[in-house]
């Protein structure tokens, strides 16, 4: 049966039972990976109410900003809150785990949320992964630390690219900056050349800028703006999301830092073992991040969080929806291997198909983009050439005769969710 995917859109307020009862919780030793008994069966079915397909967060052009604010929270959320059973126990080891920690995801337990690894990806690219069908995730195992699961700083930033053409940033911790697009929330100010906050850490610009001004910054927090500690305080380096509008309670005139407050979201470590474990409805589900945690603003500051946002957010750029074009010349392989796949919003895959005249097809590929093509700028200007051979033969896993007509379609979905057809061309190769 041909796969489908699905982004479970599900807070945890309202989560989904599977059909198996679970067996008792097997908490796994530390060293060396271990198999662990099955806990419950992959589900054949989920309860109604969830997507068959791909996430859309696709707004209409110039949307109202608390839209685009409520949209960027839900497109986290989702990532927190996709539920998942590995078809064969994963690793994450030392190559891509978060802090050189060991992280293990056994089969035929439940998680939810995106596994806690620096491969930096997104929902949209856990999903291509993913089989609504049975509920599983199926990878191959050296593929899973660059490619599948996320970090604080991540899951937050893929949050706003879903919404957000102004972000240019790595998706990672503490690289929330102007370089990367993101403006302070307030009145608190930094060096305009830092490009990172483990150059110019949080704990200094707190210092710098004084727990009145920090206290007044936090105080304008609303929902999807985020907030940032380069690592000095017992966190270490942490990055979260505000799911709601700060709550400012004041005494005498001024921020009360202790009663005052932020409802956050935010991606986490697996704990002890392969996640947070969590009792439901005699389920055991295993959890790697919060989509409801109250910070207070003494916390906030004692912890040297610093509040940004983007211009989406605050009226200052209006919304654009995905644009994703192809530029340059089409009928020959060589002239679209030589173009590039622009894109507004950051790439998550990219998506190759040759029919023959009749219809029938004859090779495809998918390239599921990482970290580090955000990081080059290649996730909003991809390269063709990437799905070359030699740098010259167009390479969709299939043989193409020479001398005969074939149509290539290419297809992008960036973080807004759904694919775009980007080009369609005849080739004859």
């Not at 069966?41 to 109410?49: I, L, N, S, T």
């Not at 089969?107 to 992964?129: D, I």
Request: aromatic share 10%.
């Amino acid at each position: 049966m041909k796969k489908r995917l699905i982004a479970l859109l599900i807070a945890l307020s309202a989560l989904l039972t599977a059909c198996a009862a679970p067996a008792a919780p097997v908490t796994a030793p530390s060293g060396a990976m271990t198999a662990a008994p099955k806990e419950t069966e992959a589900p054949d079915r989920f309860a109604p109410g969830h997507l068959t397909g791909l996430p859309d967060y696709t707004l209409p052009e110039g949307a109202d900003p608390q839209l685009v604010r409520e949209t960027a929270v839900r497109a986290m959320r989702d990532m927190l809150s996709v539920r998942w059973t590995p078809r064969v126990s994963l690793s994450y080891n030392k190559e891509g785990a978060v802090g050189e920690k060991d992280f293990h995801f056994y089969a035929g337990r439940l998680y939810a949320g995106l596994p806690y690894t620096e491969a930096g990806g997104s929902l949209v690219q856990f999903l291509q992964y993913y089989d609504f069908e049975t509920g599983t995730l199926t990878v191959e195992k050296k593929r899973v630390n660059h490619l599948v699961g996320n970090v604080c700083g991540g899951a937050v930033m893929w949050g706003w690219a879903a919404v957000s053409h102004t972000l240019h940033g790595m998706f990672q911790s503490g690289s929330m900056t102007y370089a990367q697009g993101v403006i302070p929330v307030g009145s608190w100010t930094y060096p305009a050349d830092i490009t990172t906050f483990h150059q110019y850490p949080t704990c200094k610009i707190v210092a710098d800028n004084g727990e009145d001004v920090m206290m007044e910054s936090y105080a304008l927090l609303r929902m999807a703006d985020g907030l940032t500690s380069s690592g000095e305080g017992s966190l270490g380096a942490h990055t979260v999301m505000a799911a709601e509008d700060a709550v400012v309670v004041r005494k005498n005139g001024k921020v009360d830092p202790e009663e005052s407050y932020v409802i956050i979201q935010d991606q986490r470590g697996g704990g002890a073992a392969d996640g947070y474990p969590v009792e439901e409805d005699g389920l055991t589900v295993r959890y790697s991040g919060r989509t409801s945690a109250k910070m207070t603003f003494r916390f906030l500051f004692d912890n040297h969080f610093v509040p940004l946002t983007l211009k989406e957010f605050t009226g200052e750029e209006p919304y654009q929806p995905p644009q994703v074009t192809f530029a340059g010349e089409t009928g020959s392989v060589d002239g679209i291997l030589a173009g590039t796949i622009e894109s507004n919003l950051a790439l998550c895959t990219v998506k190759a198909t040759v029919t023959d005249e009749g219809g029938n097809e004859i090779g495809t590929r998918t390239i599921n983009l990482t970290i580090n093509d955000t990081r080059s700028g290649q996730a909003y200007a991809f390269p063709m050439k990437r799905f070359s051979y030699r740098g010259d033969k167009l390479w969709l896993y299939a043989s193409l005769t020479a001398g005969q007509r074939y149509r290539l379609t290419v297809s992008a979905i960036p973080a807004s969710g759904q694919p775009v057809t980007v080009l369609e061309s005849l080739i004859t190769p």
